[in-house]
């Protein structure tokens, strides 16, 4: 089981630093990936770790705003979220794989581990 946790309510330009800890191991074998899915909206792919060489992939809308991240001992996978707007609004989920993925299949592969969400408010 995964726990996704570190939201809450933030103003614009704000920043917010979501972990994801997995429940009876580490993510030291574990592709991971954060989606997000606001409300009336599909779920969609923020980003996502590889877990042999720690290769990272992030959709455009948060690079230069948003990076994953995990620790040296693989026990936390965290989300790093910069100059937050509006439209970050979502609830975030991490997600996990047994799989050593080709990057450009984050999106669209099968995950094996969901975590329940953590909401993220950005307010104007």
């Known amino acids: 089981q995964l726990q996704a946790s570190g939201g809450g309510v933030v103003q614009v330009g704000g920043s917010l630093r979501l972990s994801c800890t997995a429940s009876?191991?580490?993510?030291?074998?574990?592709?991971v990936g954060w989606f997000r899915q606001a409300p009336g909206k599909e779920r969609e792919f923020v980003a996502g770790m590889r877990w042999g060489d720690r290769k990272t992939v992030h959709a455009d809308f948060g690079k230069g705003r948003f990076t994953i991240s995990k620790d040296n001992a693989g026990n936390t996978v965290s989300l790093q979220m910069n100059s937050l707007e509006p439209e970050d609004t979502a609830v975030y989920y991490c997600?996990?794989?047994?799989?050593?993925?080709?990057?450009?299949?984050?999106?669209?592969?099968?995950?094996?581990?969901w975590g329940q969400g953590t909401l993220v408010t950005v307010s104007s």
């Open positions: 009876g191991r580490t993510f030291s074998r574990l592709t």
């Open positions: 997600a996990a794989s047994n799989s050593n993925p080709i990057l450009s299949s984050f999106r669209t592969m099968p995950y094996d581990f």
